[in-house]
């Protein structure tokens, strides 16, 4: 699959222009653990971000996010719980981070 078979998806930089390359995520322990953001995009006004710590690297994997911007306030990372909505930013992840030619 191209990058042109999802037009629609256009890339932002919400997440690197308020930290930079790499974000800090804590769990529910208060545990924090740096990603580096890999990709971001906006689809259909819906803002998503693709990122990585050393752990999901050495298992090439990434994880995916929506990004909640509200006015004034700091980006919210929100889980995607909808299987359509996940496949769909995965292979746009996949089309971003493989691009064939």
């Known amino acids: 699959m ?3 078979a999802f037009p629609n998806a256009v890339e932002v930089r919400v997440l690197r222009d308020l930290y930079g390359n790499d974000i800090v ?3 529910e322990q208060g545990e924090s653990t740096v990603h580096r953001i890999v990709t971001e995009f906006e689809l259909d006004a819906q803002v998503y971000a693709a990122l990585q710590s050393e752990a999901l690297r050495k298992e090439q994997e990434v994880a995916l996010f929506k990004v909640n911007v509200k006015p004034g306030e700091e980006p919210e990372l929100e889980t ?3 299987d359509d909505e996940w496949e769909t930013v995965s292979e ?3 089309d971003r981070m493989f691009p064939s030619n």
């Open 80 to 82: 995607i719980e909808d």
């Open 92 to 94: 746009i992840v996949d």
């Open 25 to 27: 995520l804590f769990d």
């Open 2 to 4: 191209s990058a042109n």
